[in-house]
């Protein structure tokens, strides 16, 4: 059994940075697809950024040039560096990961393991 788990959300002013941190537990795989999404209230869970074994990085349109993911192989932790933070970026951010290659679209579907979550609120 895999387990995922989230730290470094918080709150921000407009124009800050945060940097969040998923550790993942349990077996070593070859092929990992691992990504970031993000829900607010009343709408569905949508994607923020995506690695994989096979190809490099995705990102949303929404934060192309402002967040970075990247993943320490060895320490088995993924990242998620957000600069120049928005007010509309404010969400629950979830950290999720499986075992396999990505799809060509990875939506949340695809992944068996998620994390508890972690709140970023970003104030103007």
């Known amino acids: 059994e895999e387990h995922v788990v989230e730290s470094g959300g918080g709150s921000v002013q407009a124009g800050g940075s945060l940097r969040l941190s998923c550790t993942v537990s349990?077996?070593?795989?070859?092929?990992?697809?691992m990504g970031w999404f993000r829900q607010t209230p009343g709408k569905e869970r949508e994607g923020v950024a995506i690695?994989?074994?096979?190809?490099?990085?995705r990102y949303a349109d929404s934060v192309k040039g402002r967040f970075t993911i990247s993943l320490d192989n060895a320490k088995s932790i993924l990242y998620l560096q957000m600069d120049k933070l928005q007010p509309e970026d404010t969400a629950m951010y979830y950290c999720?990961?499986?075992?396999?290659?990505?799809?060509?679209?990875?939506?949340?579907?695809?992944?068996?393991?998620w994390g508890q979550g972690t709140q970023v609120t970003v104030s103007s």
């Open positions: 999720a990961a499986d075992f396999s290659v990505c799809p060509f679209i990875a939506t949340p579907a695809h992944f068996p393991y």
């Open positions: 349990g077996s070593t795989y070859r092929n990992y697809c």
């Open positions: 690695i994989g074994s096979v190809y490099s990085t």
